[in-house]
């Protein structure tokens, strides 16, 4: 094979990775080289979209519109363009590089100039308490996002997990028959105590939020814990009939692999990646299931619990929603907090229980092992 053509794979292969969500396994990977390039669209949609501070506050009318109008089609112009450009990771020249960092780092600054010029008036984000330091906040945290969000591909794994979603909501439907006697046996007496309507009815949301992000931090971390271990877990056979299988259907599967193949170790970022993706799907249907638990409970509720029972239950006549005139505030926190739990116990069930673990993690553990022996002949066609 030419070294030319070996250079052809070789850039192919690195597509893939990053088509598939595990940007890390591009050897050699780094900021400037790789993740910047692919940062472009982002910070281009961010850089424009930010010239509607532009447009005159105190201006009415059609003008006011066009300017916005104008503002938009330029912005989604630009980031079509980028996108297309680079499709094909480009590399980025030395100049260019500083060119671009030194345009995104200019805006905090060029934006409320320019609005203080064009409106005599400046409406940084977060309003005039902040001030001034809105702007360095709001592009220092969209770089930042943008960075983290590219180096580990998480775009890209939030589109296949979402892609998947209707095969996971399969899956979730029969591990949750298996999960919901158990789950119900102590949720079912806890919905129909009085205490708890009476405390949901005078819990306000923000208290409701707090709890279901108490939940999803344990979810979280049970998720991490459990699946460090099944990626330490994955065997890396590299037998030459194991990774001609593993190569169909990418650009390395024309490559001739005659022995097999070492093993090479993965990094810290590497290790995160492959985290990231089998996380990914796990939170996306431990999701699933909990918008299903919270259309049951509140089916259960509106069946069960008539306005006489809730307002005996509360102690006095319901809080109804403003948004749903016809439901009790308790009952749609009530469903609101036995999702969030139901979620955690089921992605929980779902890792810890042998037949549960391999129904669910057994396609996601192919993905990587999968992964892994495309790297590995990349790796060794790259040497």
């Given amino acids: 094979m030419s070294s030319s053509s070996v250079r ?3 850039r192919a292969a690195e597509n893939w990775f990053v088509r598939e969500g595990t940007p890390t396994m591009i050897e050699g990977y780094g900021f400037l080289k790789h993740v910047l390039p692919r940062m472009l669209p982002a ?17 009415a009318g059609a003008q006011r519109w066009v300017l916005l109008a104008g503002v938009v089609t330029a912005t989604v112009v630009t980031w079509v363009a980028l996108r297309v450009f680079v499709r094909r990771l480009p590399r980025l020249s030395r100049p260019t590089t500083k060119t671009i960092l030194g345009v995104y780092a200019g805006m905090p600054v060029a934006v409320p100039l320019l609005q203080l010029a064009v409106d005599d008036t400046v409406t940084p984000p977060g309003g005039s308490a902040v001030g001034l330091l809105g702007f360095l906040i709001f592009f220092a945290a969209v770089f930042v ?3 983290l969000g590219t180096t580990y591909g ?8 979402v892609r998947h979603t209707v095969n996971d909501l399969r899956n979730s439907v029969r591990l949750l028959g298996r999960a919901l006697p158990a789950m119900l046996f102590v949720t079912l007496f806890l919905f129909f105590t009085g205490e708890l309507w009476q405390a949901m009815n005078n819990l306000g949301w923000f ?32 037998r030459p009939d194991r990774l001609t299988a593993a190569c169909q259907g990418t650009p390395l599967a024309a490559v001739e692999i005659t022995e097999p193949l070492r093993a090479t170790p993965l990094n810290g970022r590497q290790n995160r ?31 069960v619990v008539t306005p006489e029972t809730a307002e005996q239950w509360i102690g006095g006549p319901p809080t109804f929603s403003k948004l749903l005139p016809d439901l009790p505030v308790a009952l749609l926190r009530n469903a609101t907090l036995f999702a969030a739990f139901g979620s955690m116990y089921f992605a929980i069930t779902s890792m810890s229980d042998a037949d549960h673990r391999q129904q669910f993690f057994a396609p996601i553990i192919d993905e990587v092992e999968r992964t892994l022996a495309v790297r ?7 040497a």
């Fill in 8 to 10: 052809v794979r070789v």
């Fill in 145 to 147: 996002g943008t960075a």
């Fill in 376 to 382: 590995a002949v990349y790796l060794s066609l790259r």
């Fill in 207 to 238: 208290r409701v939020t707090l709890v279901v992000l108490l939940f999803s931090a344990i979810t979280v971390l049970a998720a991490a814990a459990r699946l460090r271990d099944e990626i330490g877990r994955v065997e890396q056979d590299l």
């Fill in 154 to 161: 998480l775009g890209t794994l939030l589109g296949k997990a």
């Fill in 43 to 59: 910070l281009g949609l961010v850089t424009l979209a930010s010239l509607a501070w532009l447009v005159p506050l105190r201006s």
């Fill in 273 to 303: 990646n492959l985290l990231l993706m089998l996380a990914t799907r796990q939170l996306v249907q431990a999701a699933v299931v909990g918008l299903a638990l919270f259309a049951f409970f509140l089916l259960l509720g509106l069946i």
